[in-house]
C-alpha cells in the first residue's frame, strides 16, 4: 500500500465578513450577538494525496484552492476537521507571502531557508545554486520591494524547489514567468516527482494540468465536486466554466453524482475503449475497436458537430495511419441557428492530453460572414501525418459570434482517436517527425569520408538513448 502523504478529513473554514471594519472592533470588545456574517469557503473538504502523487487543483476564482493550500501548509487553521502532512513541506503560495519586502533577495534566501528548515551552512551551500537559478543577476542585493512580479516568482520558485521538499505546494504563481522559465519550472518539478516528491499544483492551464498531474481535483463553490484523472477533471472544470447561466446548476449535479459513482477514476489507458459491437468491418487499416471513451460534447449554440472521422486520399475510413501519408480529418456540422462569422476548427493530442498541434479554417477576418438556419457544413482538413507510432486523439470546434463576441459554437473533445502504425526500423526518436536527413563522416585530415549512414545513424541514436 501507497504511503499518505496529506490526509485531510472533513475540512471546512469559515470565514467572517464584516460589513464595516468597525464592526469587527465591537465584536471583540462588546458582549452579545455577532455583527459578523459567516461566509464558508470550504465545506467538508475529504482528501488523501499519496506520496509521489501530483495532484492537480483546478476551480474558478474564489472557489476555495488557496484556502485549501494554506490549511494544508498550516498558515490557516481550519473551523473544523482535521488535517495531517508527513514529511517537510515547502510551499509557493499567491504573490508575497513569505518574503519580506525591505529584504534584499539574498536576506530573504536565508530567511525562508531557515523556515524552511535548512540552518545557515546549508542554505549557505545551495545559495549559488538558487541564484543560479533565478537568474535575476545583480537584483539578488536589492531589496525584494523593487522587484517586478516575474524576479519576485523566479527566486521565491528557486528557494522553495531547492531546499529539496517532501511535499511541494505551488499556486498559480507560475503563469508569471514567460515560457522559458515556465519550461524551466516544470522540468523541476518534474526533477522532484522522479525523486518521489509529492507535489500540489494549482493552475489555470488546463494544458499544465494535464501534462503534469497524475490526478486532480474540481473545487467550486468550497466543495470538492470531482475527483479523478487529470483530463476527464479539467475537462468538466471547462464545461462548467463555458456552460451559459442557466444551466450551470444542473452541469454541477451531473458532474456531482458522475464523482459519486467514481466515473471519472478510470486511469488514461483506459480511455481506449473495447466496443462490444463492432458496426464497421475490421481491415489493417479501421480498427472498429478503437473508439475514444473520453469524449466531451460541450453545449451547443445552434450548431452541432457530428460524423467525426479520417479517411485516407482514396475515401477510406481509416483509423491506423501509416507515418508521411496524407489524410483528411472530416466533420459535419449542422447549424439549427444562423450563425455568422463562422470558422473551423481542429486540435490533435497525446494520450496525455498534450496539444500537438492543429488549425482554423479561417483566420478572423475572413470569417464566413453567415451560415443560414438549417444548413449542413461538411469541413475537411487534409493533414500529413507526420507523427511517430502512437496513439492521438482529436478535438473539433466551430467559432461563431454570440453578442458580438467569438465563442465556440460547439466544440468536441477527444471526438476521434487513431494510432500510427509501428514501423521496423525507425530511426525516429520522440513524438513528431521532423523528416531528418543524417550525414554522418569521418573527419581525416583534409578528407572527408562519408559512412554507412543508416548504420551509423542507429549508434548514434542507442548513443543517445543511453
Ligand atoms: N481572510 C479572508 N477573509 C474573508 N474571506 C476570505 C478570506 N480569504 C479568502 N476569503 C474568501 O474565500 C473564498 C475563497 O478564496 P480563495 O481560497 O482565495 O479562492 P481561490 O484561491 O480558489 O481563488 C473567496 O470568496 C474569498 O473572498
Ligand atoms: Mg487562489
Redesign the pocket.
Known sequence: MSEIAISVKNVSKC?K?YAQPVDRLKDLLLPGKSRANE?W?LQNIDLEVLKGQTLGIV?R???????LLQIIVGTLTPTSGEVQVRGRISALLELGSGFNPEFTGRQNVFFNGRLLGLDHKEIEAKFDQIAAFADIGDFIEQPVKTYSSGMFVRLAFAVVTTVEPDILVVDEALSVGDEAFQRKCFARLQSIRERGGTILFVSHSAASVIDLCNSAIL?DHGELLLSGNPKSVVFNYQKLIYAPAGKIQALREDIRSMNHQGKVNQSLNDSITKSSSPRQKASALYDPDMKPKSTISYISIGAKISQTHITNLEGKTVNILCRRSNYIYTYQVKFSETAYRVRFGMLIKTISGFELGGAVSHTLDKAIECVEQGSTVQVQFRFHCLLQPGVYFLNAGVLGLVDDTEVFLHRCVDTAMFRVQIEENILETGLVDFKVDTHVSLLNQSQVIPIGIEKKSKEIERNLEA
Open positions: 470565514f465578513r461566509f469557503a476551480g476564482n474564489g472557489s476555495g484552492k488557496s484556502t473545487i
